[in-house]
């Protein structure tokens, strides 16, 4: 029953939700080296037990990047960015990296009209809530 009531509540969130937007933009460095080739995916973390990929992408060769997309929600969304990477790294699976974006960075409709500038980021050392991920990729 509990089950039905859940996909009934998203079903319908999807149905009466409004479209909202988001974009991150940035560059990535491993110590003083562009970091190309890294996995980035963009989210709209639910409440539910996954949440919507919105877009995803590898850096390029210069470490930069940019991401968007929207998705219906009748809340305001909540969006992140999570990055997957190898810097100084020899363990198994990749380090994952969190970035929450702003709320002021959403927008209705299908486009963002802000772009979230998370300027140039440094994968080296360790961040706070940093882990590791070895599902991503499938």
């Known amino acids: ?16 939700g ?4 988001v974009g991150i ?4 460095m491993c110590d003083d080296k ?4 890294v996995k980035l995916k963009l989210y709209d973390v639910d409440f539910g037990p996954v949440d919507d ?8 060769d210069d470490g930069t990047f940019e991401l968007n997309g929207h998705t219906e929600e009748i809340s305001n969304i909540d969006p ?13 699976c990749q380090r994952r990296i969190s970035i929450l974006i702003p709320t002021s960075y959403i927008s209705t409709g299908p486009n963002p009209r802000k772009i979230y500038d ?3 980021i440094q994968l080296a050392g360790k961040w706070d809530g940093e882990t590791r991920d070895c599902l991503h990729r499938l």
Not at 1 to 15: G, R, T, V
């Open 34 to 37: 562009p970091a190309g080739k």
């Open 18 to 21: 409004r479209t909202q937007s």
């Open 53 to 60: 990929l919105l877009d995803q992408i590898d850096s390029r």
């Open 80 to 92: 992140k960015l999570n990055i997957y990477h190898d810097c100084e790294d020899i363990l198994p």
């Open 118 to 120: 998370a300027g140039t």
């Open 1 to 16: 029953m509990l089950l039905i009531l859940l996909f009934s509540f998203f079903s319908l969130s999807s149905a009466v």
């Open 25 to 28: 933009k940035g560059k990535l």
